[in-house]
């Protein structure tokens, strides 16, 4: 309690936003963001809360993104990265991950009335697709009562190379050391283990974006990369070329526009190496946006490698699911300023 008023008296008197101004004038802030849904909406009961915000929420973290930062555009930070211009003080960057549905319904509005650029990079297999991602399909039937323990405990007996069950855990994370698990698995191996479950993770509203919806948010001005193809670490793919190439052309056909106008790339799971970065340069791509937890330097010109702040409603929300004014702002302007480096 001490901290959180330590933290509303910062910001109520400005010394926040005064550090922050000083900090991060010469610094890229690039936030990423996953799902945005309406309480209302029969997609949210069962909804993955570590990946998913109100559209009210939303809405509040982008008024105070427009009131501390210099909002910029996918293409001004491409632009800034190819001819080594400055972007404005305290740059930030909204970003989207995977290309679903309720980004097109619930984020682009209030982006739109808010006059606010961001990007979103889709995964190439989920355009088009009713069904979400194994891992938000388990998550969601868990949450509808679809799934319980048993059916958990089931498929974790399942598993190749047998481990003992986690002792003493909840439900949730079993069902999150489960998610895990399978992530390991090659996607043909995981499909036929996840087939015995195929009545409890149907879904009946569609998760993802289809190509018109993509093609409208294009329209609109928000900026378009690719997420991988099959949404599996790149450091684990077979084929990487086929995955860095095969997404690019997918979710350029959508859009309809040219393979070679999707220029970045977010990395799925936010893995990657030198190779990966190595063939994502062959393939064209000029900026490759990862994890980290960091703001990243600018020195000459905007480097390569982008280090991204997830945002989720967690400890910044109150009780009334509103944002927390102060503890985002402690949570972004305090991130350390660090590049973003292959492993």
């Known amino acids: 309690m001490l901290k959180r008023a330590l933290l509303a008296l910062c910001a109520s008197t400005g010394g926040l936003g005064l550090y922050h101004r000083l900090r991060n004038r010469r610094v890229l802030t690039v936030v990423s963001l996953h799902r945005v ?13 570590l990946y998913t915000v109100t559209d009210r929420f939303f809405e509040q973290c982008v008024r105070f993104f427009t009131r501390h930062y210099s909002i910029v555009s996918l293409a ?6 190819l001819s080594g211009s400055s972007l404005p003080p305290c740059p930030l960057l909204i ?39 194994f891992q938000e399909r388990l998550i969601s039937a868990w949450r509808l009562g679809r799934l319980d323990v048993a059916h958990l405990r089931e498929l974790w007996a399942r598993l190749p190379e047998p481990e003992d069950e986690p002792a003493g855990v909840s439900t949730e994370a079993l069902l999150r050391r489960l998610i895990s698990r399978l992530q390991l698995l090659a996607p043909g191996k995981r499909d036929e283990l996840l087939s015995a479950l195929s009545g409890q993770l149907r ?19 928000m900026g378009i990369g690719t997420h991988g193809s099959k949404h599996e670490p790149l450091t684990r793919v077979p084929d990487i070329d086929t995955e860095l190439l095969g997404s690019r052309a997918v979710v350029a056909r959508a859009v309809g526009v040219q393979d070679d106008a999707i220029t970045s790339l977010s990395f799925p799971f936010s893995k990657f190496d030198e190779l990966v970065v190595t063939r994502a340069r062959a393939a064209g791509y000029r900026l490759l ?14 480097p390569e490698l982008i280090a991204r702040v997830g945002i989720t409603a967690g400890e910044i929300v109150d009780s009334h699911g509103d944002l927390r004014v102060a503890a985002l702002a402690a949570y972004l302007f305090r991130r350390p300023h660090r590049a973003l480096v292959s492993a």
Not at 37 to 49: I, K
Not at 205 to 221: D, I, V, Y
Not at 289 to 297: A, D, K, R, V, Y
Request: aromatic share 8%; glycine share 8%.
């Open 37 to 49: 849904l309406a309480e209302s909406d029969p997609r949210w009961p069962g909804s993955d809360p």
């Open 76 to 81: 001004d930070v491409e632009r800034a990265r």
């Open 203 to 221: 879904e009946q509203e569609r998760q993802m974006l289809s190509a018109s919806e993509l093609q409208q948010m294009h329209r609109q001005g």
């Open 289 to 302: 946006f990862g994890g980290g937890l960091s703001l990243t330097p600018l020195k000459e010109r905007v």
């Open 95 to 133: 970003t989207f991950d995977d290309g679903w549905a309720d980004n097109y319904q619930y984020a682009m509005p209030i982006l739109e009335r808010l006059h606010v650029p961001a990007a979103i990079f889709v995964a190439g297999e989920a355009v088009g697709r009713h069904d979400s991602f």
